[in-house]
């Protein structure tokens, strides 16, 4: 899978097509994505539970980047939306 993502970013950046709007479920494709520079814009839902551990969406060799609160809401339930945008 990270292969693939690898070849996904490298096509991506090197044709003129239109941004992609939406990518969930793939976390290898947007570590891939976040690490080309290819994200604006991140959405992001918590949910109130630990793990302990498992996959992260930022692992500790990843570049810093430095992004701007664009949006948050908190829902009964505990969950929080997440707006972030990358400065420029």
Do not use: Q, W
Not at 50 to 79: K, Q
Request: proline share 3%; charged share 25%; hydrophobic share 45%.
């Amino acid at each position: 899978m990270k292969r693939a993502a690898e070849l996904f970013t490298f096509e991506l950046r090197s044709s003129r097509s239109p941004l992609i709007e939406y990518v969930s479920g793939s976390g290898t494709l947007v570590r891939a994505l976040l690490a080309d520079g290819l994200v604006d814009e991140l959405h992001l839902v918590m949910y109130p539970l630990t793990r302990g551990a498992g996959p992260r969406l930022f692992t500790e060799d990843a570049r810093a980047r430095e992004l701007s609160l664009a949006a948050c809401e908190a829902f009964s339930n505990g969950v929080v939306y997440l707006n972030y945008r990358a400065r420029a």
